[in-house]
Every structure is written in C-alpha cells, then in structure tokens.
C-alpha cells in the first residue's frame, strides 16, 4: 500500500540523510547484497515521493532536485512555490487515505487504526519535508 511505503519512506530517508556518509565512504563493490537492495529501495521510494511533491508544486522533477541539492527543504521549496506545508502534506496523503477509507468501509480495518497510521505518517511526513540534507551535497 502506498501509505506504508510512504510510512517507510520517511523512515529510510532519514536515515538515508543521517548515514549516507557510511555509504559514501564504502566501494560500492563492498557493499553487501542486503545493503545494495536498502539503498535501491531507498532510491526508489525517495524519487517516488520526490514525483509526487513535484506535481502537487507544479515542478519538474529536475528541478526540485536541483533546489534540494542546494540544501533547501521540500518545505521551503513549496513555499515558495506559493504552496504552504500542511496543503502539500493533505495532497501527499490523500490518495492512501482514500485507499485507507476503502479498507475500513471493507471491515479489514478499523477506523482506530487508520487514525493511528494517518497520524504518524503525516508526523513523519512533516519531518521528512522540513529536511535540508535529502539531496544536499
């Protein structure tokens, strides 16, 4: 589901930002295989969420790229754009929370629970969006 990965995307991202120095100074060819497939998916799940933060700003991929290499925040690259944090966290969520709605409406789950994941991917989404090292360099 994309919540969960979007969930795990804040999580992995962080500490993507918090290690890539590790990474960094490890030879790509003695990175383990485990390792390998983290930091692909990693890539993965960050060029998603930097897709859709790019459509709901109304950018290009690239050059929400280039802006977050300069150390800037998606936050701040949203404001300004004209577009404040809480709409760009609403538009980010809004399609799990539409996916999330249609599994309660199912009974396999309850509305707790998808308050509950509501609530901590939007905290985690809040922090990843504040972020000024996800592409700096």
Known sequence: ????????????????????????????????????????????????????????????????IDQLRTGKSITDIAEESGVNKSYLIAALISKEKDELDIEVNNGTLTLHKETQILFKATSQLSTLLDQTTLLAK
Request: proline letters at 2%.
């Open 1 to 64: 589901m994309k919540l969960r990965n979007l969930l795990m995307t804040g999580v992995l991202v962080a500490s993507m930002s918090t290690s890539s120095v590790a990474f960094a100074a490890t030879q790509p060819t003695q990175l383990s295989h485990t390792a390998s497939a983290r930091l692909n998916k990693q890539e993965l799940m960050l060029s998603g969420l930097l897709h859709d933060v790019a459509m709901v700003l109304n950018l290009d991929q690239t050059t929400l």
